[in-house]
DNA sequence: GCAGTGATCATA
DNA sequence: ATGATCACTGCC
């Protein structure tokens, strides 16, 4: 069998909130030691741009951040509450910020599930050793289209999570997307 | 409900 | 140099 195609890069370099419906149902590919593991997105959440008082990007480019002002297929990885490695996708054009969190996968089975940013971290070992780098084959890290031949994913839309901070205007946006 | 945990960023 | 904040989780 043929193995499948990662995205191209151009599947990113789309609107945020296109991008992150999208990725769901589509699927991780970490190859290590030889062996490929894959696992199906099924929560997603988008950050959008100068504006969004929810993203890092709203005040400007900084050390941290300006990865999410580059093109689209970079990978972000930061360090949340001191513990916890959140694992972002780079989206939309360079020079304009913005980024995919991935929130939930769930092995091909189905019969595993990692419900959180950093629960799923954590079990994928995904770490800052990825932050900057660009998703591909050679990375051994990439994400692949869900298979023409399977049932068109049930997709939710729903506040973010943890964002109040950001107000009620960015807080309430249904930027998040769950598989059903 | 809230402690843990430390990089990051604004302020000085 | 200091202090507040934080795209979370797990245990109370």
């Known amino acids: 069998m043929e193995a499948p195609t990662p995205l191209p890069l151009s599947f990113f370099s789309r609107p945020t909130q296109v991008v ?52 689209a297929g970079h990978i972000y990885v930061y360090l949340c509450y001191g513990l916890h490695w959140m694992f972002n996708v780079v989206t939309g054009a360079a020079g304009y910020p913005a980024a995919v969190l991935i929130r939930g996968v769930r092995t091909q089975d189905g019969n595993l599930q990692y419900n959180g940013p950093a629960k799923l971290t954590k079990a994928l070992g995904l770490t800052d050793a990825y932050n900057g780098q660009i998703l591909s084959r050679d990375l051994g890290l990439w994400i692949e289209a869900r298979k023409p031949a399977s049932p ?29």
């Open 20 to 71: 992150a419906r999208e990725l769901i149902g589509c699927h991780l590919a970490i190859k290590r030691n030889g062996a490929t593991k894959r696992y199906t997105i099924s929560e997603t959440e988008a950050y959008d741009g100068f504006d969004d008082l929810a993203s890092h990007a709203s005040r400007g480019k900084t050390k941290r951040n300006e990865i999410m002002f580059r093109e």
């Open 152 to 180: 068109k994913p049930i997709i939710t839309a729903t506040a973010r999570i943890g964002v109040d901070y950001a107000g009620p205007i960015w807080a309430e946006k249904h930027y998040r997307f769950l598989l059903a």
